[in-house]
């Protein structure tokens, strides 16, 4: 691909793969430096012609360089310990309705990190990142008929964490 193509893709994918990445990881450094390496190996390995398909191939790029980075970091054990411990920086103002909100924005985030990385990444992908089902099998190397299960699955078990949570009183 030229460089301006490269460009273009960086502008227009940077923003949504690095908070993609930073809910994955929780640390605005590791993020930064995963969607580097990201577009890095694009620079070096994807070809102009697959440029429709870069969407997914930049997410399947980044979720692969996320894991390598976790288990060379942690083991399976700290993985889970270290994402239920996240928890997002408070972005809202102080009045009660903003409170009320960042306490919600906790629970769930809370929620996701109890789940297995493949439910978390496949939610966080189809919610808040807007992938399509066919994007989500590209990146996630699953069949139309997985994703869909996978998904369903995923959902399930979001509002089985959310209801025990929610059941808890586990504000803090």
């Not at 502008?11 to 390496?37: D, F, N, T, W």
């Not at 997914?56 to 980075?69: E, G, N, P, S, T």
């Not at 990190?113 to 590209?138: N, V």
Request: aromatic share 10%; glycine share 4%.
């Amino acid at each position: 691909m030229r460089s301006d193509l490269y460009t273009e893709l960086f502008k227009q994918h940077q923003p949504s793969l690095y908070l993609y990445l930073y809910r994955m990881c929780g640390s605005r450094e590791i993020a930064e430096e995963l969607v580097q390496e990201t577009f890095y190996r694009a620079m070096i390995s994807m070809k102009a012609e697959h440029r429709e398909y870069a969407r997914a191939w930049l997410y399947k790029v980044a979720r692969h360089l996320f894991i390598d980075w976790f288990r060379k970091r942690r083991g399976e054990v700290q993985m889970q310990e270290e994402l239920s411990s996240m928890e997002p920086e408070n972005v809202y103002p102080t009045p009660e309705e903003a409170l009320s909100a960042s306490e919600r924005q906790i629970r769930v985030a809370r929620g996701i990190s109890r789940m297995p990385e493949s439910y978390q990444s496949i939610l966080l992908l189809r919610e808040m990142d807007g992938l399509s089902y066919k994007e989500l099998g590209e990146v996630l190397e699953l069949s139309p008929d997985q994703v869909k299960v996978t998904l369903y699955r995923a959902r399930e078990r979001f509002k089985r964490e959310m209801m025990a949570i929610e059941g808890a009183g586990e504000d803090d």
